[in-house]
Antibody, heavy 120, light 111 residues
Framework: QVHLQESGPGLVKPSETLSLTCTVS??????????WSWIRQPPGKELEWIGY???????NYNPSLKSRVTISVDRSKNQISLKLSSVIAADTAMYYC????????????WGQGTLVTVSS | QSALTQPASVSGSPGQSITISCTGT?????????VSWYQQHPGKAPKLMIY???KRPSGVSNRFSGSRSGNTASLTISGLQAEDEADYYC???????????FGGGTKLTVL
């Protein structure tokens, strides 16, 4: 069974960098053909895809966030990480990591999510 | 404004059927049929219910079905049960420039 677990600070100050980690078990982030993604959901609002890390090392980001987002991998820990720079209040959201299945482009496994609040 | 448009809310009585629509443009769906649907209960992570517009993952009730016609995808839930009350989101993989887009979500109320 694939399990994803997000972790990181729950409070970030405006203009600083949000940093989160997703620890994956039951699958490898550096093999297979899956898109290890970050997805966020502001309180009471819809889901928004942020970006992905592909096992080959390729990353791609939502065009609306591309200038502020970096997704990277720690192969030794089977983790993917998210960094979002210059955060503002509108970046307050529940942040999820999810596995995008490479054969059907659906998000079949999700972490429980972690709430990040941007506030001074 | 979401790239995919869903009704804000739908409702139905136990045992009835409801359909949630998800309308986009040709660019929202691309040339693919990679439409998926997710169920989200309050305070929980989304759960995959339908992929490739009409296929059900193992373990998902056959009361859930999906379809797509042109630029509109639909999720139908038959034999409504109280536990179906949740938010539902459609999602489309639109190719290597847009990637994934989600609908605005639909709140299903079981009366």
């Amino acid at each position: 069974q694939v399990h994803l677990q997000e972790s990181g600070p729950g409070l970030v100050k405006p203009s600083e960098t949000l940093s989160l980690t997703c620890t994956v078990s039951g699958d490898s982030v550096t093999s297979g053909s899956n898109y290890w993604s970050w997805i966020r959901q502001p309180p009471g609002k819809e889901l928004e895809w942020i970006g992905y890390f592909y096992y080959s090392g390729t990353t791609n980001y939502n065009p609306s966030l591309k200038s502020r987002v970096t997704i990277s991998v720690d192969r030794s820990k089977n983790q993917i990480s998210l960094k979002l720079s210059s955060v503002i209040a509108a970046d307050t959201a529940m942040y999820y990591c999810a596995r995008g299945a490479g054969w059907n482009y659906a998000f079949d496994y999700w972490g429980q999510g972690t709430l990040v609040t941007v506030s001074s | 404004q979401s790239a995919l448009t869903q009704p804000a809310s739908v409702s139905g009585s136990p045992g009835q059927s409801i359909t949630i629509s998800c309308t986009g443009t040709s660019s929202s769906f691309g040339t693919y049929n990679f439409v998926s649907w997710y169920q989200q209960h309050p305070g929980k992570a989304p759960k995959l219910m339908i992929y490739e517009a009409s296929k059900r993952p193992s373990g998902v009730s056959n009361r859930f079905s999906g379809s797509r016609s042109g630029n509109t995808a639909s999720l139908t839930i038959s034999g409504l049960q109280a536990e179906d009350e949740a938010d539902y989101y459609c999602c489309s993989y639109a190719g290597s420039s847009t990637f994934w887009v989600f609908g605005g979500g639909t709140k299903l109320t079981v009366l």
